[in-house]
């Protein structure tokens, strides 16, 4: 039976489509409730699931019925069964990739290069009838739009708005209400199939599909992800089902175009319901790229890999080293992202504000350096084309983590109250400096002898601002590199609570410092990195085993945000890196089943519900499961 959508839908109900320009979410009501064309940061064309009157497109049974969905085979190809007293109904649901191979040539095209910007809806009966409610109601601009509809041969075109939509349609539909409808009977081996197209004023709109394109451009789709996957070798270690479907997630989540990941398709789905913790997720993170480039490269998708990386090199390049290095990027790689609220939506479960845009692209977060080399580490041996800017940039980035590493910053979390000095901010200025001095070769510099500015952070262990002014002070990365280490153990080491703490000021514990072994830092057995991993274990986690980010109250916002799903796999990898794969396994499992029915994850978990929260599905959700998942295999070879 239809779930009332001014409920808000469970976020973990939803199935994600997508073509590698965009995505859908589909519910088991086979409802398209959110969808954004022609980009994944483009304005939503179907968005109830930020609003009832947002938008939508169903087909699904009139009456009382069951559903069950799944995903053919290793594809993003998903079959829902409605089973009814009356009969069964099969609805299949795709974005149209486009075809695999050239027909002239016999060459193999990239995944979706030529996807048609077409919807994909095919539903049989395949036993006795059933009767089908059908609704289509786009809403373009995030629901500001009702558009206009037209009767055009083999179906509808619907205008309002940048876009215009042609619906494929074989039944005759009904206009006097708010959007397109229709009631119809179904019987044992028929079959329907539906298709929109999209395209801009400017361009002609497209002509409605035949039977037979539908049919053909799902095949397509078909055989392009099942090859895509079949290409990419099996995994061999835990949760291989779940860890194949990340993979797939993160293919799912890259823009075709450019190679950029998103790292979710929605925004504004809450941290916590009706706290404000509501942010626009479609966007491209620096931070993501050594995690996401360490699981694909582990996963054997080492092309995807490099592609990633030079999206973010030449995304970032236009940089001073004197300045802060944007944190992230559209997935075009634009730089201005300038957030602002749309006040007519209401939000999941009236959870306002809705944003689009981020500001935290304005933040100074000094880790990303460290990730952004880090990244470059994951890749360099395939790296033998890096053009002189390339170099350039990258030399650039290694000073800037040598000239800023002592100043405040907003964190990993993107704090968005007063900065401090983060203990993980500064780890990751380490980790670029130490990247950069072991492959300064391969950038094609010798070791850096100018003077180095820095901040004399050892003047007093109550720090002053003045203990941040640039002063000349360290000749070279290594040098540099060397007094980060010997900041971090000074003034991070807190041996009131036996852990590293989040900052540089105060006790609390971040979980980012699970990560202190993964990047080399300090080896896995160490009794300082062991007792962190315990301490964090023991504080930050929740009836359910996951780990929260940090101590509640910290973030300067309202409410109490859910458990991380990606920090409980940092936990997992964390007691694999320190010798106790026991612990790991249990982590592992207990963040694992945080994922629904077709192996999606979303950002957060609802400590007190167990509910998805956050936007879905997140990337770093499930890269966290692909590099705990090898950490866990590795420690036991």
Sequence with gaps: MATDPAAGRPIGDYALLSDRRCAALVSPDGSIDWFCRPRFDSPAVYGRLLDPDAGHWSIHPAGEYRSERAYIGDTFVLRTVFNTPTGTAHLIDALALGPSIEAETGVRLRLASRAPRATLRVLECTEGEVTIDFEFRPRPEYGLVSPVFTNVPGGILATGGPVRFVLTCPVPLDFSGDGATARFVLHQGEKLRFATQSAGLADDPPTAWTPEAVDAALEETLIGWQTWSDAHPLWDGPLPHLVRRSVLVLEALRYQPTGAIVAAPTTSLPEAIGAGRNWDYRYVWIRDASFTIQALAAAGSTDEAIKFFEFITRAAAQYHPQNPLQIMFGVGGEHELSERELAHLRGWRGSRPVRIGNAAWLQPQLDVYGELLDAAWQVWPHLTHLDAAARRFLTGVADAAADQWGRPDQGIWEMRGPPRHYTYSKLMCWVALDRAVKHAEVIEVEQRDAMIFGPDIFASR???????????????????????????????????????????????????????????????????????????????????????????????????????????????????????????????????????DLGLMSEEIDTATGEMLGNYPQAFSHIGLINAAVAIRDAAR
Aim: a negative charge; one cysteine or more; aromatic letters at 8%.
């Design 462 to 596: 109550e720090l002053a601002p003045e203990d941040f002014s640039p002063v000349k002070l360290i000749p070279g990365w290594a040098a540099a590199r060397d007094r980060i280490r010997e900041a971090i153990e000074e003034h991070a080491w807190k041996p009131g609570i036996g852990a590293f703490g989040a900052a540089f000021d105060g006790e609390d514990l971040d979980a980012s410092l699970l990560l202190l072994p993964a990047v080399g830092f300090l080896p896995g057995d160490d009794p300082r990195v062991i007792s962190t991993v315990d301490v964090i274990a023991e504080r930050l986690r929740d009836d359910r085993g996951l780990i929260l980010r940090y101590e509640p109250g910290l973030d300067g916002l309202d409410g109490e945000e859910g458990s991380f799903v990606m920090c409980t796999f940092w936990l997992a990898q964390a007691f694999a890196l320190t010798g106790r794969p026991d612990l790991a396994l249990k982590a592992f499992h207990e963040a694992a089943a945080c994922a629904n």
